[in-house]
């Protein structure tokens, strides 16, 4: 039989649609599982992405990819190169490690689930391939750091991490069971692919490989390379699926479902990646700030697909987003830090005299709003009090996003509401607005603070939340440079 | 006398704290109770009487929880006057 060429057979293959009738459409894409908006069959005919990709071709490229990657690890695991990292570049690459390879995991089901109810050939086609990336995603990055456990164990939170009840996991569990684990397959597309790979992750692994590159951390920056590479064909997924909403008239629907999950993505963002960029990755090895970064990359993406597709700037931006630019992962990092022993990651303070300068010089303010606190800190340390830097009760945290309810500001509440009788904390309008556009979604969802009220966590104490949280001694968090920090720290009335 | 959780944070610092108090306690106490998870750990401490502030409203400082008005996890700020 003569090989056909690609071009002979490709759309066949990829883009195979038929309307049904021995079944009804609503059976085969079931609204829980599919959702359509109203759009239904040969409306969705003409989805199209622009990576042309054949099954044979996926294999031989991620193949290739993986010889890459595990034979650079298999190279440098004979060295010493991890050993003369900087503690705070290791501090954010296990800080990664737990909160990335699982839900990888959780992302293949998503992926999976558009596999199969995704309502074009082609989009299924696409997601067939990114079920399979996301698969390879999760064994990579818990294989890597699998062989870093003789080193250090808390690199068994690549794994154990999303198993646990730790405050930082369940703030990352509900965004991720909410984006892509409990989603149907058009909000997946328009909240996993179009928001959050496309306007985070597929930009935040760029940098991170680069970042890796600069502190001389090679096998974590091929692994994010050879990642970046699968974010950047399947997060395509998003943009064909978000045109048909519109041209069907779906647009409002579209923007609600960007504009909350860009917020719940920023949240977390803030958290892992504004800390790592601003305190952990060391200073001379800095390339940007976070709020730089977000503002030079994110900011501009989102602010192109907006523009290119017709999409409005959602509503908060300028009210609640870009202020929270100036200081949100400043206040997260402090409270990571000063509740370092619930989190599976060696905190670095980074609030070295040299590092305050570059802070005061990037945030304009920061010695004031944060520096200060860091100067009761630092006299601590000093005196040798280190039991007043550690912390005896828990914060609240937000009902929507999870993390501690922070402010910079004096005097500024925390909103308070009542929903069924169930009182309800949450950090900003934002997060308020998003929890209260489907109540029905998140009421059953305890906070990590409701489940201590209700008994859950016993005995109740700080002691007894680190074991419900799954935190043993070997890997509970402290300072990254043994506190080395504070003989180059300086006051700021200085 | 019966356990009572409240929201709470210290003017001058960063994050809003869960504070078991007892409904007992008068609001100097409550003060004191909030200021030890703050004043000396992250916000300077000073020789200057704290208040305490709920609903918008400065409460005295012989007033107990019980006859506050506060609710369970109601929101509280404390501050140096």
């Not at chain 1, 003569?2 to 609204?31: G, H």
């Amino acid at each position: 039989m003569p090989k056909l060429q690609r071009r002979d057979y490709y759309d066949t293959a990829r883009d195979m649609n038929w309307a049904f009738s021995y079944v009804s459409e609503d059976e085969v894409f079931p609204e829980e599982l599919s959702k359509s908006f109203g759009i239904h069959g040969e409306q969705w005919w003409g989805w199209d992405e622009p990576y042309k990709l054949t099954y044979r071709e996926y294999v031989h490229n991620q193949a290739g990819k993986d010889d890459g990657i595990y034979s650079i690890r298999s190279t440098i695991a004979r060295s010493n190169l991890y050993d003369n990292l900087d503690a705070g570049w290791k501090s954010a690459i296990k800080a990664h490690y737990g909160a990335i390879p699982v839900p990888e995991y959780f992302a293949s089901i998503g992926e999976a689930r558009m596999a199969r109810f995704g309502r074009a050939a082609a989009w299924r086609n696409m997601a067939t391939f990114g079920t399979l990336d996301e698969c390879r995603h999760g064994q990579a990055q818990i294989y890597f750091p699998y062989c870093l456990l003789g080193k250090d164990p808390q690199f068994d939170w690549a794994h154990k991490a999303m198993h646990t009840n730790e405050w930082g996991v369940i703030a990352a569990r509900s965004l991720f069971d909410d984006m892509f684990t409990a989603n149907d397959a058009m909000s997946t597309a328009i909240q996993l692919t179009f928001t959050f790979e496309t306007g985070f992750t597929n930009l935040q692994f760029l940098g991170m490989a680069s970042d890796a590159l600069h502190v001389g951390d090679i096998e974590f920056g091929a692994l994010i390379s050879s990642i970046q590479t699968d974010e950047a064909r399947h997060s395509q997924q998003g943009e064909p699926t978000l045109k048909i909403m519109i041209n069907n008239g779906r647009k409002a629907e579209a923007q609600k479902m960007v504009d909350q999950m860009f917020w719940r993505s920023w949240k977390l963002f803030a958290l892992l990646t504004g800390i790592s960029m601003d305190y952990y990755t060391p200073l001379e090895s800095r390339t940007m700030s976070f709020k730089e970064f977000m503002q030079d990359w994110i900011c501009r993406q989102f602010m192109d697909q907006f523009k290119d597709l017709g999409m409005n700037v959602p509503w908060y931006w300028e009210e609640h987003f870009l202020p929270e630019l100036d200081w949100v992962h400043h206040a997260y990092h402090m409270g990571v830090w000063f509740w370092r022993p619930t989190v599976w990651w060696n905190p670095d303070a980074g609030v070295s005299a040299a590092e305050r300068d570059w802070l005061e010089q990037k945030y304009p303010g920061w010695n004031d709003r944060f520096g200060k606190k860091w100067d009761v800190i630092g006299d601590n340390v000093r005196t040798g009090q280190i039991e007043k830097t550690y912390p005896a009760t828990l914060p609240i945290v937000c009902n929507c996003c999870h993390i501690p309810i922070c402010s910079p500001s004096i005097g500024k509440a925390p909103r308070i509401t009542t929903h069924n009788g169930r009182k309800l904390n949450f950090c900003c309008e934002v997060c308020e607005w998003v929890w209260k556009s489907q109540p029905e979604r998140y009421d059953t969802h305890l906070s990590i603070v409701d489940r201590f009220l209700a008994g859950h966590i016993q005995p109740p104490t700080l002691e007894g939340a680190l074991q419900y949280m799954g935190i043993t001694p070997d890997v509970a968090g402290n300072d990254a440079q043994d506190y080395a920090w504070h003989g180059a720290s300086r006051l700021a009335a200085e | 006398m019966a356990l009572f959780p409240l929201q709470a944070n210290f003017r001058g610092d960063f994050v809003v704290l869960l504070i078991p108090v007892d409904d007992s306690d008068d609001m100097s106490i409550v003060a004191d109770k909030v200021a030890q998870h703050a004043v000396g750990l992250r916000v300077a401490e000073k020789s200057a009487p704290k208040c305490v502030y709920h609903n918008g409203r400065e409460l005295p400082s012989s007033m107990t929880v019980a006859q506050s008005g506060i609710q369970p996890m109601d929101w509280i700020e404390v501050a140096y006057v």
